[in-house]
């Protein structure tokens, strides 16, 4: 028998993970990858992102409590900020690449990222260093909310096929500042961003799914059109990876060659005899 499983490192919300764990985040991936109907390209990003750049798309100014940042020391011996910081979020570093660009035709890109938060870390499942699949799209207004809400109903018929009995939920991001409560009721006003919610603990509910739309954040940042000139909409569908290997071995204990075989079968999960 191989016990998936995590541990924590001497700072919380840093897990290591043992192999099982990493073939139960294989499999989810791969799941992905064969669900996504636009099959396009997956883009893999380091663990550290332009400061530049996530300065420009307002995560310092929205979100500084939850940023890390890379520092080191020069030769003085007195330590200083880099130009780099940690990445937050994988869709970050998919924008910049269409700066300046007309698109004709609507744009699908997947992104694999590792990121960081500074998130409290108190409950299993809320981790400072976790991996986010993400898919990405531009497109009109209306393509955009119809791809998000497309990728919610796939999302969630899936979470339910493999036992994690999901709830949609309505959500807001977590601003900082005295603006947090009317960006995030604008947020909800607008249903720019709804969460698939299972239970990840005893008791403890988390999401592992978010599916957002952005309006023209993007596109007027980077100073992407569409066909008529217009600035351009944009939409992300973003799978939270660690957080949903925690909820299946949290639902269907750490051996997955126990899992039932319904849920082994739609994960794939051959290679434990
Ligand atoms: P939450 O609602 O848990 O605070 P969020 O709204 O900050 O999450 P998103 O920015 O939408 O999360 O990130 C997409 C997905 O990444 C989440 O649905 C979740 O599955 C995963 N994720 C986000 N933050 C964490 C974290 N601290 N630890 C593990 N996974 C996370
Ligand atoms: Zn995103």
Not at 13 to 33: K, R
């Amino acid at each position: 028998m191989v016990r998936a499983a995590t541990r924590t490192q001497a700072a919380p919300g840093i897990p290591l993970s043992n192999s099982a764990f990493e073939t139960i985040i294989d499999a989810f991936h791969g799941c992905l990858t064969r669900m996504d109907p636009a099959g396009g390209d997956i883009w893999r990003t380091p663990p550290v992102v332009a400061r530049a750049l996530i300065t420009e798309v307002g995560y310092g100014e929205y979100f500084p409590h939850l940023l890390g940042s890379v520092h080191v020391a020069a030769e003085s011996g007195e330590i200083s900020p880099t130009d780099l910081v940690l990445l937050p979020a994988g869709c970050y570093c998919i924008y910049p690449h269409y700066r300046g660009r007309t698109l004709m035709t609507p744009v699908d890109v997947g992104v694999e990222a590792i990121c960081f938060r500074q998130e409290s870390s108190h409950e299993v499942g809320r981790l400072r260093s976790f991996r986010m699949r993400e898919f990405v799209h531009l497109d009109t207004e209306l393509g955009c909310f119809g791809w998000r809400d497309e990728w919610l109903n796939r999302a969630e018929a899936w979470l339910s096929a493999i036992g994690l009995a999901p709830v949609r939920e309505l959500a807001s991001d977590p601003f900082f500042g005295a603006q947090r409560k009317v960006l995030a009721a604008m947020q909800r006003d607008q249903a720019l961003k709804w969460e698939l919610v299972v239970e990840v603990g005893p008791g403890i509910r988390q999401a592992v799914m978010s599916g957002n739309v952005h309006k023209t954040k993007f596109g007027d940042t980077f100073n992407i059109t569409g066909p008529g000139g217009e600035a351009i909409h944009s939409a992300c569908a973003a799978f939270g990876s660690d957080r949903l290997a925690l909820a299946l071995i949290h639902t269907h204990g750490p051996d997955p060659s126990a899992w039932p075989d319904t849920v082994r079968a739609q994960l794939i999960l051959g290679g434990f005899a």
